[in-house]
């Protein structure tokens, strides 16, 4: 039983890195509309939504965890976490609601018109701009678990293989 429970940590937690990486790189993407389009920048803000959920799924252990004992014993770390990460809901709500009432290509392209306002581009701006300190934190927060994740399961088992590679190469 405990060989399964660790499989299954160590696929929750591949999981984890592949679907959080995948979001990093869709952040990237959809923060500079201007090189990479319009189009791209909007269906793929969209396509985030779905990302984000699997995010939250895949967290959600931890997400029930921490709000049960939020206001009891808890150590500054978490709780800290816990409020970034509810500001980075709240504001990557507001990025997607400012800019679903201001999209150009996608929602038009389903037959959706939308009146045209400034103060949901302004909303959208703001709120992308603040996205991009509150994930600065939340990134500098798991730094430690980046690096050892990153390094557990991408750079040990690329320098395992080049090892056996080498070994059969000399052995040859």
Same mark, same amino acid.
């Given at each position: 039983?405990?060989?399964?429970?660790?499989?299954?940590?160590?696929?929750?937690?591949?999981?984890?890195?592949?679907?959080?990486?995948?979001?990093?790189?869709?952040?990237?993407?959809?923060?500079?509309?201007?090189?990479?389009?319009?189009?791209?920048?909007?269906?793929?803000?969209?396509?985030?939504?779905?990302?984000?959920?699997?995010?939250?799924?895949?967290?959600?252990?931890?997400?029930?965890?921490?709000?049960?004992?939020?206001?009891?014993?808890?150590?500054?770390?978490?709780?800290?976490?816990?409020?970034?990460?509810?500001?980075?809901?709240?504001?990557?709500?507001?990025?997607?609601?400012?800019?679903? *009432?201001?999209?150009? /290509? +996608? $929602?038009? @392209?389903? !037959? #959706?018109?939308?009146? &045209?306002?400034?103060? =949901?581009?302004?909303?959208?701006? *703001?709120?992308?701009? /603040? +996205? $991009?300190? @509150?994930? !600065? #934190?939340?990134?500098? &927060?798991?730094?430690? =678990?980046?690096?050892?994740?990153?390094?557990?399961?991408? /750079?040990?088992?690329?320098?395992?293989?080049?090892?056996?590679?080498?070994?059969?190469?000399?052995?040859?």
């Amino acid at each position: 039983m405990t060989n399964e429970v660790s499989k299954g940590a160590v696929s929750q937690t591949k999981s984890k890195l592949w679907v959080d990486v995948l979001i990093f790189i869709g952040f990237l993407i959809t923060m500079d509309p201007h090189t990479s389009g319009l189009a791209i920048h909007e269906w793929l803000s969209l396509s985030m939504i779905g990302a984000m959920v699997v995010h939250l799924l895949l967290n959600w252990d931890w997400i029930a965890e921490i709000t049960r004992r939020f206001l009891g014993k808890l150590g500054g770390q978490n709780r800290i976490n816990y409020i970034l990460n509810w500001l980075l809901f709240i504001d990557g709500t507001l990025i997607m609601i400012s800019g679903i *009432m201001i999209s150009e /290509i +996608a $929602l038009p @392209l389903m !037959g #959706i018109q939308l009146p &045209l306002g400034f103060a =949901w581009r302004r909303l959208h701006d *703001m709120s992308a701009n /603040i +996205a $991009l300190l @509150l994930l !600065g #934190i939340h990134t500098a &927060l798991h730094w430690n =678990w980046i690096v050892n994740t990153f390094n557990k399961y991408l /750079i040990q088992p690329v320098v395992r293989l080049f090892s056996a590679k080498q070994k059969k190469d000399v052995s040859l």
